[in-house]
């Protein structure tokens, strides 16, 4: 299991979210950040903006996805 924040994953704050796999931390975001818009919290509206963008634009979004995968694999286990 890892550990990555929001910011390491492009958003504002340092919420840790833990996974088995940097699908497991992209998604975990995912959810944080939708949380965070419905709250309205406008901190957090740039990354849910891109995060939406990324969805919906998967094949340009790959390099994003590439060094997600590459930072969540340099992390230590814990």
Same mark, same amino acid.
């Given at each position: 299991? $890892? /550990?990555? /924040?929001? =910011?390491?994953?492009?958003? %504002?704050? &340092? @919420?840790?979210?833990? !996974?088995? /796999?940097? &699908?497991? @931390?992209?998604?975990?975001?995912?959810?944080?950040?939708?949380? +965070? *818009? $419905?709250? !309205?919290?406008? +901190?957090?509206? %740039?990354?849910? &903006? *891109?995060? $939406?963008?990324?969805? =919906?634009? %998967?094949?340009?979004?790959? !390099?994003?996805? =590439?060094?997600?995968? +590459?930072?969540?694999?340099?992390? %230590? *286990?814990?």
């Amino acid at each position: 299991m $890892k /550990t990555m /924040t929001c =910011r390491q994953l492009g958003g %504002p704050c &340092d @919420v840790a979210h833990r !996974g088995d /796999t940097h &699908d497991d @931390v992209i998604n975990a975001q995912d959810q944080h950040l939708k949380q +965070a *818009e $419905k709250a !309205g919290d406008a +901190a957090h509206q %740039p990354a849910r &903006d *891109e995060m $939406k963008a990324r969805w =919906r634009h %998967p094949k340009k979004s790959l !390099g994003w996805y =590439r060094d997600m995968k +590459a930072a969540f694999a340099a992390l %230590p *286990e814990g």
